[in-house]
């Protein structure tokens, strides 16, 4: 049987169920972003990067993941759930985010969505699985920042 695939994350409606397509390609939506997420609001995100809180002030906190650890490429990030928190600027180790009042403390931590999961996973070597706060895989990113 012939394979005929289409589609990807942002249309794949349009392909699914058409004759003769025997697979659609929506690989971003296992994980999302906040980018593609705005466009396909029925995919959850589900990937986050875990940072920490490294510094407080009256209207704002730094965190201990920048550009190294979260992609810039399609935007700014979100912080998870928070937001009234607006990401303002990815350093290349720490990100700039402003609230009023500032609900933190040093030490407290925030998942941060990233605006491009594919460039974010690119950046690292493995991807831990976390289900009801638990760790249930680790998947290793082969690929991660390779070109050969």
């Known amino acids: 049987m012939a394979v005929v ?3 990807g994350t942002g249309t794949w409606e349009f392909v699914a169920g058409q004759d003769g397509v025997t697979e659609i390609q929506p690989g971003s939506f296992v994980l999302m972003d906040c980018a593609y997420h ?3 609001p029925e995919f959850g995100c589900a990937l986050s990067i875990l940072a920490t809180v490294l510094s407080v002030r009256p209207r704002w906190y730094v965190l201990d993941a920048g550009s190294k650890a979260i992609s810039r490429d399609f935007g700014t990030p979100l912080i998870k759930g928070r937001p009234e ?3 303002v600027k990815l ?3 720490h990100t700039k985010v402003e609230a009023e009042p500032v609900p ?3 030490g407290d931590r925030r998942e941060v969505i990233p605006a491009h999961c594919c460039a974010t996973m690119n950046l690292h070597r493995r991807c831990l699985a976390i289900r009801r706060g638990k760790v249930e895989a680790v ?3 082969e690929a991660s920042g390779r070109y050969d």
């Open 38 to 40: 705005a466009v396909r």
């Open 85 to 87: 928190e607006k990401v």
């Open 5 to 7: 695939t289409g589609a």
């Open 139 to 141: 998947w290793p990113i």
């Open 104 to 106: 933190v403390k040093v």
């Open 91 to 93: 350093a290349e180790e």
